[in-house]
């Protein structure tokens, strides 16, 4: 039997209380999307009758309720001011992992025809944008889970840039032989026994998990930037890794390290400036 739209949200409301933080405000947002339309709608629609024998409508409030992300329920995803399509396959994307977008569009100018190799592309969501904004440069994505490669490649190809981001499966820069001018990452650097919030457990673990200290392939990246003599890194980390990525540098001769902050003023992350031939 139909019920309205303000019973409805009272019902979700009920179904997700004690499983999200803000269940009202959860119910709201997934009653919008299932109706794809906004808030304002949903403010003055309150009466409308809805079918709740939905099977979508049912899926979507058992899965909320089980506390799946509501991004994997509607597929979107919105990074960046654009959106992308989204699945279990990768994480979903960060807001503060657009301080990493405006780090390196800070640093390199649109006419510069540079390589830039992405570690970890995920989503895709980092080196899209910075195609969108680096019209000139040529871009490597790598990423160790083809599942995670599939929903790249679904993105790339709706922002139309095939020819411009190559996808490669592997391991960090095992599958990149070209010279790499600049080298951008949002790595898995939480701790193995990190205590986690439930939500998290729908999200790939070798997205999350960066080893049993949680910097391990951060640090890998670092000896391939030494190494490899790449120019620039820029590379987001974990709140608390600041003072462990400064000691792991001592080992190298580095021409300048910067770190920045997220919106909540926790350090996010650092851009290395490297000794390059
Ligand atoms: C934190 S997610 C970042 C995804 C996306 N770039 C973003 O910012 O939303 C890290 C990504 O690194 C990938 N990854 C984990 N270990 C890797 C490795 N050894 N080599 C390449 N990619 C790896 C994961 O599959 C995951 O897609």
Redesign the pocket.
């Known amino acids: 039997m139909p019920s309205t739209l303000i019973e409805l949200h009272e019902y979700i409301t009920v179904a997700l209380s004690g499983v999200v933080e803000s269940p009202r405000r959860e119910a709201e947002l997934l009653l919008i999307a299932y109706l794809g339309r906004d808030q304002l709608y949903f403010i003055t629609h309150q009466d409308d009758l809805i079918d709740e024998s939905d099977p979508k409508l049912l899926e979507w409030i058992e899965k909320r309720s089980r506390n799946v992300p509501l991004e994997y329920l509607t597929n979107r995803v919105s990074f960046y001011s654009r959106e992308f399509y989204i699945d279990e396959g990768?994480?979903i994307?960060r807001p503060e992992?657009e301080h990493l977008i405006d780090e390196v569009l800070a640093r390199v100018s649109p006419d510069e025809a540079i390589t830039v190799v992405e570690?970890?592309?995920?989503?895709g969501?980092?080196s899209i944008v910075l195609a969108l904004h680096l019209p000139n440069a040529r871009f490597i994505a790598?990423?160790?889970?083809p599942a995670?490669l599939a929903v790249a490649r679904r993105n790339i190809q709706v922002f139309g840039l095939s020819e411009r981001i190559e996808l490669r499966e592997?391991?960090?820069l095992s599958c990149v032989t070209e010279k790499i001018d600049v080298l951008v990452s949002?790595?898995?650097y939480i701790a193995e026994d990190a205590r986690l919030e439930s939500n998290l457990s729908y999200e790939?673990q070798?997205?999350l998990f960066g080893g049993s200290v949680g910097d391990e392939?951060i640090r890998r990246l670092l000896n391939e930037v030494y190494e490899r003599k790449i120019a620039m890194f820029v590379c987001e980390m974990g709140y608390d890794q600041r003072i462990s990525v400064q000691e792991y540098l001592k080992n190298f001769e580095v021409q300048s390290l910067e770190f920045y902050k997220d919106l909540a003023s926790f350090d996010r992350g650092f851009i290395l400036k490297g000794h390059c031939e």
């Open positions: 990768a994480l994307p992992t570690v970890g592309v995920g989503s969501i980092i790598v990423d160790i889970s995670a592997g391991d960090l949002n790595p898995p790939p070798n997205a392939i």
